[in-house]
C-alpha cells in the first residue's frame, strides 16, 4: 500500500451509510486495573450469543451491525471500567462483567438505557445519560484527547478516517519549510512539557542551522509523579503524536526521529512501537516518505528510570548511551544535540497539538486560551478531588472550574465530597509549587502561574484537602528531587540533601528558628547555583509552601505541633469527650490497647502506650479522635 | 570472520548476551538498550556480564557500571521472584500510600534498607509514579495493578501469593 490511502480514506468519501453501532470499551491504564479486558471478554461472548453481527476491526464501510472495540483512555479514570455505546451517546460507569447481560439484552437489543449504571451527579442526584451531560466532561473543550476514548488506537486506518496525516501529508508535499515554522510561530504553541517555550522559535533555530544531518526527538519521558498526560495520548491515539513529530521532522529538515518514552509506561510502548510500523508499512515513514523521494526515520526508545532525562541535554546525553547528565546551555540543542548535530526536542502534547494547527491553521488554534498562551492544554487531576482523570480546558479557566466544577469538588479521608475542605492544589509537580484558596480565582496560564511562584509544568494537578500537612509534602516533593538528583552540580546534590534533613528536623520536632532561616537562604542557594531544570526548580515546593504556610511551618518549629496531626512523631492523639458517644470501636481496633473506656462514656488514649498509627481516627465515625 | 569473543564452551551462559550484543551492532551508543535487553534475560545485571559487555564494546567497565547505577530501572542484585511496587507518586502519597508500604513490609519481615526477602520470594520497592494516579493509592504486583487500596488489602494481595506458592 502506498501513501494513496489517505485519498481512498477521505473521511468525506466513506461511510456514506447510516452511523454504525458501536460498543467502546476504555482501555485505559485505570480502567484496565478495574477488569475492564474482562469485561470486553463479556461483550464479545454476550453480544455473540444475541446473535448480533459483531466486528472488532475497523472497516471504512460499516459492513456489520455492531462493532465492539477497546480505546484508549477515556479520561473518567475514577468511574471506569467506562462503556461508550454509539451513535446513543450513553456512558456506562463501573461496569463489571455481570452487568454486560444487561447492558446487551436492554441497550443494544432493546434500546432502552439501563438507568443503574449511569453516572449520578452527586451534586443534583441526576443520571447522566452521557459526556453531554456529565459536568466532567461538558465543562471541558477536548482536542488532543478528541479521539482519544473513541477510536482504536492500534489501528491506523480509523486514525485516516478520522483526518489523520492529513496535516503531514500536507506538510510534507506542499509546504516549505518557512511555511510550517510560520505558522506554528503565528499559532503561538508553547511547549506543553513545562517551561513553555515557543514551539515556533525552537523550529526556527534549528531550521537555520545548515547542516545535512538534524534530529527530532519526542520527549515522553513524563517523569512528574502524579500526572499521566503524556502516557494516555500515546496509548489513546499515538498516531497524532507521530504525526505531529513527522512534521516537526519536515520543518527543520531532520531525516532521523525519536521518542523517547517512559519505561514505566510498557502499554505507551507497545502503542507507539505499533504506530511506528504500521506507518512504516503504509510508506509514511521509510526511505520515501509520503512519496517525497525524502527519507524519514523513528524509532521509539524506552528510558531506564531517571526523572532528570526529561531535561533536553540530559535526554539527548542518555540516547547516546551516557549516563543522563545535563551539560550547560548555550550551545542549545537546536544547535548542538544529539551527537553535536541540530536537535529539536518536543513534548508529546506539543506535538499532537502540531498537527492541530497545520490542519485547522493557526488562526483556529488561537481562538482558544489566553493570548500568551494560546490553546487548550490537558492535566491530570488527581488527590481529594471527587473525579479524578485526565481534562483538557483551555489555558486562562480558573483553578476554581477545574477542582471544584470539573473535579467536583474536595473530598475528605472517606471519599466524601467536603464544601469547604480546600486546602491547597499542587501543579507542576516536584518543580512546581501550591495555589491556595486565594488563587482559585486565578487563571491558569504560563505567565500567571509563574507569578505566583508555581508553574503549569506537564500538567499534574494534585488537590489536597484540610487534612494534608504541607511540611510533609515539601518534604515528599524534596525526597523525590534529593534521589532523582544526577549528582554533577554540587548545590543540587548537596543542597537537596540538607534541605531535606531540615525538612526532616522540622517534622521530627528537632528543628530551631534557625533552621527555617538557613533553609530559605539554601533554597535559594540550590536555585542559582544548579545547572538544570532539576535542580532551578527543586526548591519550589519549599518556597511556595513557605510563602503560603508559615503558619505550619511555625507550628512544628515554636510549638512542636501539627495542625493536621499527619506528622507521627509531634501527633498527640487524643478523644474529645463531647463527640465521643463511647461506641468502644476505636478501642476494638487500637493494637497497642491504649485506648480504655466504659461503653457509652467518652474514651481516653493513654500517650505512653499508643504508638500513633492513626487506625482509631480512621475508625471513629463520629470524628471524635483529633491530633492524628 | 569469527569474532575474538565469541563465547567457547566456557563462555555458555554468555550467548544470549553476545546476541543481543550482535542486535544492537556492539554500538556503545546502544549500551541502554543493550543493558534493557540483558536485564530484560537475567532479570538482573550480574557483574560478570556487565564486565563482558564492556569488553565487547570496548569502553571502560566503569562507563558501564557508571551506566548500570545511574538508572533505577536497572538492578544490580537479583530480585525475588514476586515484585511488589508501590506506587509514591504525589496523587499516591497524598492518598496515604506509605501506611501500604509500611504493612506490606511488615508482613514480610523487611527491616531497614531491606528490600528482597531471605527466601528470595519478594522484593518490595517503590516508584514514583506509574501513570495510574485515578486510582490512587496504587500497588503493582507482578506487573497487574491494584487500584485504591489500603493497608489491609495490600497485605491480603501479598498473603494470596504466599498461600499459591505453599500449595
Redesign the interface.
Known amino acids: 500500500m502506498s501513501a494513496n490511502i489517505l485519498n481512498i480514506l477521505d473521511p468525506a468519501a466513506g461511510n456514506g451509510g447510516k452511523p454504525q453501532r458501536r460498543v467502546i470499551v476504555c482501555a485505559g491504564?485505570?480502567c484496565?486495573?478495574?477488569g475492564a479486558y474482562n469485561v470486553i471478554k463479556a461483550f464479545e461472548q454476550q453480544i455473540k450469543a444475541a446473535g448480533i453481527n459483531v466486528t472488532t476491526e475497523f472497516k471504512p464501510e460499516a459492513t456489520r451491525d455492531l462493532r465492539l472495540n477497546k480505546s484508549g483512555c477515556q479520561g473518567f479514570?475514577?468511574m471506569?471500567p467506562l462503556v461508550t455505546i454509539l451513535p446513543d451517546e450513553i456512558l456506562y460507569n463501573k461496569v463489571k462483567t455481570e452487568d454486560v447481560a444487561e447492558i446487551v439484552s436492554q441497550t443494544l437489543v432493546g434500546g432502552k438505557v439501563v438507568d443503574r449504571l449511569l453516572y449520578v451527579d452527586p451534586a443534583t442526584k441526576k443520571h447522566c445519560k452521557g459526556i453531554s451531560d456529565i459536568p466532567f466532561y461538558q465543562r471541558q473543550q477536548r482536542f488532543v484527547l478528541k479521539e482519544c476514548g473513541t477510536i482504536d488506537p492500534e489501528s491506523l486506518h480509523e486514525y485516516i478516517h478520522h483526518g489523520g496525516y492529513a496535516a503531514a501529508k500536507k506538510a510534507i508535499l506542499k509546504m516549505t519549510q518557512e511555511e510550517i515554522v510560520q505558522e506554528i510561530t503565528k499559532s503561538g504553541l508553547r511547549g506543553r512539557g513545562g517551561g513553555g517555550f515557543p514551539t515556533g522559535r525552537k523550529w526556527e533555530a534549528a531550521r537555520t542551522q545548515k547542516n545535512a544531518k538534524k534530529y527530532v526527538i519526542c520527549n515522553a519521558d513524563?517523569?512528574?509523579?502524579?500526572?499521566?498526560m503524556n502516557?494516555?495520548v500515546m496509548e489513546g491515539n499515538p498516531h497524532s503524536v507521530l504525526e505531529g513529530l513527522m512534521i516537526a521532522a519536515r520543518a527543520i529538515g531532520a531525516d532521523e526521529t525519536f521518542i523517547y518514552v517512559r519505561?514505566?509506561?510498557?502499554l505507551a510502548v507497545a502503542r507507539m512501537r505499533r504506530a511506528v510500523e504500521d506507518a512504516q508499512k503504509m510508506g509514511f515513514l521509510g526511505d520515501n516518505a509520503f512519496g517525497s523521494g525524502q527519507a524519514l526515520n523513528c524509532e521509539v526508545?524506552?528510558?531506564?528510570?531517571?526523572?532528570v532525562c526529561g531535561e533536553e541535554t540530559a535526554m539527548i546525553a542518555?540516547?547516546?548511551?551516557?549516563?543522563?547528565m545535563p551539560r550547560p546551555k548555550p550551545p542549545f540543542p537546536a544547535q548542538s544535540g544529539l551527537w553535536g548535530k541540530p536537535t529539536i526536542i518536543n513534548n508529546v502534547e506539543t506535538l499532537a497539538h502540531v498537527v492541530r494547527v497545520i490542519n485547522q491553521g493557526a488562526d483556529v488554534f488561537r481562538q482558544l486560551g489566553s493570548t500568551a498562551s494560546p490553546g487548550t492544554k490537558t492535566f491530570?487531576l488527581?488527590?481529594?478531588v471527587a473525579n479524578?482523570?485526565?481534562i483538557e480546558v483551555p489555558f486562562g479557566t480558573t483553578l476554581r472550574e477545574v477542582v471544584l466544577n470539573i473535579g467536583g469538588g474536595i473530598t475528605d479521608r472517606r471519599g466524601k465530597v467536603k464544601p469547604d475542605g480546600f486546602k491547597a492544589v499542587?501543579i507542576g509537580?516536584p518543580s512546581g509549587g501550591c495555589l491556595t484558596k486565594e488563587h482559585l480565582d486565578l487563571p491558569l496560564d504560563y505567565d500567571s502561574l509563574r507569578n505566583v511562584g508555581a508553574m503549569v509544568g506537564s500538567g499534574?494537578l494534585?488537590a489536597?484537602n484540610e487534612k494534608?500537612c504541607m511540611v510533609s509534602?515539601a518534604r515528599?516533593?524534596m525526597d523525590?528531587t534529593q534521589r532523582?538528583s544526577?549528582g554533577k552540580c554540587v548545590l543540587c546534590r548537596e543542597g537537596t540533601r540538607q534541605l531535606l534533613s531540615m525538612l526532616d528536623e522540622i517534622i521530627e520536632g528537632r528543628a530551631t528558628g534557625e533552621t527555617l532561616d538557613s533553609m530559605e537562604k539554601l533554597a535559594h542557594a540550590v536555585q542559582k547555583g544548579s545547572l538544570c531544570g532539576l535542580g532551578k526548580t527543586a526548591p519550589n515546593p519549599v518556597l511556595s509552601t513557605l510563602r503560603y504556610f508559615r503558619h505550619e511551618y511555625d507550628a512544628h518549629v515554636f510549638h512542636k505541633h501539627c495542625p493536621t496531626g499527619q506528622c507521627k512523631a509531634l501527633a498527640k492523639p487524643s478523644i474529645d469527650p463531647v463527640k465521643c458517644k463511647g461506641c468502644t470501636a476505636c478501642a476494638r481496633k487500637c493494637p497497642v490497647g491504649a485506648i480504655t473506656g466504659e461503653k457509652k462514656k467518652a474514651h481516653v488514649i493513654d500517650q505512653i502506650k499508643c504508638i500513633v498509627c492513626?487506625a482509631c481516627a480512621d475508625t471513629c465515625k463520629f470524628e471524635a479522635v483529633v491530633g492524628v | 570472520m569469527r569474532h575474538p569473543l565469541t563465547p567457547d564452551g566456557n563462555g555458555r551462559k554468555f550467548v544470549k548476551v553476545f546476541t543481543i550484543l550482535e542486535k544492537h551492532g556492539r554500538k556503545p551508543s546502544r549500551l541502554v538498550p543493550i543493558l534493557q535487553a540483558v536485564q530484560e534475560e537475567y532479570r538482573y545485571l550480574p557483574e560478570e556480564v556487565l564486565t563482558y559487555v564492556a569488553t565487547a564494546l570496548d569502553v571502560s567497565p566503569a562507563r558501564v557500571f557508571g551506566v548500570a547505577t545511574f538508572y533505577s530501572h536497572f538492578a544490580i542484585k537479583p530480585k525475588g521472584k514476586h515484585i511488589v511496587r508501590l506506587c509514591d507518586g504525589t496523587a499516591c502519597h497524598v492518598k496515604d500510600s506509605i501506611p501500604i508500604l509500611d504493612a506490606i513490609r511488615k508482613r514480610l519481615k523487611l527491616e531497614g534498607k531491606k528490600a528482597t526477602t531471605d527466601d528470595m520470594m519478594f522484593t518490595v520497592e517503590t516508584v514514583a509514579c506509574l501513570g495510574a494516579c485515578g486510582l490512587a493509592p496504587v500497588v503493582v504486583v507482578d506487573d497487574q495493578v491494584h487500584g485504591q487500596m489500603t493497608p489491609e488489602n495490600g497485605v491480603k494481595l501479598v498473603e494470596e501469593i504466599i498461600a499459591k506458592e505453599q500449595s
Open positions: 491504564t485505570g484496565v486495573a478495574n479514570c475514577q471506569g513524563e517523569g512528574d509523579p502524579g500526572a499521566f502516557r494516555s519505561a514505566e509506561y510498557p526508545l524506552e528510558g531506564a528510570g531517571a526523572f542518555s540516547i547516546e548511551g551516557q549516563r543522563g491530570a488527581t488527590g481529594h479524578t482523570g485526565l499542587q509537580g499534574g494534585v489536597m494534608t509534602i515528599f516533593f523525590f532523582e544526577c492513626g
